[in-house]
């Protein structure tokens, strides 16, 4: 489904969105329609169009759902991500590592893999292989392929309501910081030249992030281009729009 929100930042509109649908941030595809930046005389503005997987429904009702879960005398999750033993808990955890490790095995490397956090709606686990670098593939590629395998079989489990993250040699930490790097190099480019840069295909996460550190730059603006999950980011200079 294909919802709109506004916000007076991409970060206020996208935390809008995942709350009224009632999703993680990684659960849903953004693309920014329109943006206007802060003045002296005016308030900054962003909309943006989510894109789900999810069944229709209504976002108040979802969210009224969900804040009558937490009531009191009711059972209740908590948000923060719970470190520590990176051992098996229960049937599930169970099952998604024994998965993960057999098709890793089938594919010809030795594995072992964790627990590396235990957040709401959300399970990250580690992978330890000395094939690591061919796990991750080109830009993360190998990496992200698992993962979404991994979420496959974690909902016919009946825990669709469970986001898997799979990272490996801190992966994900690293490409987050690279991204970061690059927005702002890419950034410093676009105000000198005053002109476009086209990034490389992304999926939603990455693409998301160089949309989030740009969009406090005041002279420079992002917009997502092309079709699919791969999408690309175009860092425009402000006032040039392609």
Known sequence: M?????????????????????????DFDVEILETQRSGLFKKGYVRIKVHTNQPEQNPG????AEKSEKAPG????TNKAVFGDPSPKNDFEEKMTGFIEGMIERMGYENKVS????????????????????????KGKNLDALQLI???YAGRQGR???????????????R????????YNVADKVRESRSTILLEPMNPFDRR????TLNDITDVETKSEGEGLYKQVRVYYRGIRQ
């Open 115 to 138: 627990v590396l956090f235990r957040e709401h709606k959300k399970l990250g686990l580690k992978i330890e292989s000395t094939n690591s670098s061919i796990l991750i593939g080109k």
């Open 61 to 64: 009702q979802q969210a009224y």
């Open 74 to 77: 009711k059972s209740s999750h």
């Open 176 to 183: 987050e910081e690279s991204l970061v790097r690059l927005a």
């Open 160 to 174: 669709e309501d469970v986001r898997i993250i799979l990272d490996t040699e801190n992966y994900r930490i690293r």
């Open 150 to 152: 991994a979420n496959i």
């Open 209 to 212: 992030l160089i949309h989030t």
């Open 2 to 26: 294909i919802y709109e929100f506004e916000g007076r930042s991409e970060k206020e509109a996208i935390d809008k969105a995942a709350e009224e649908l009632g999703l993680q941030k990684d």
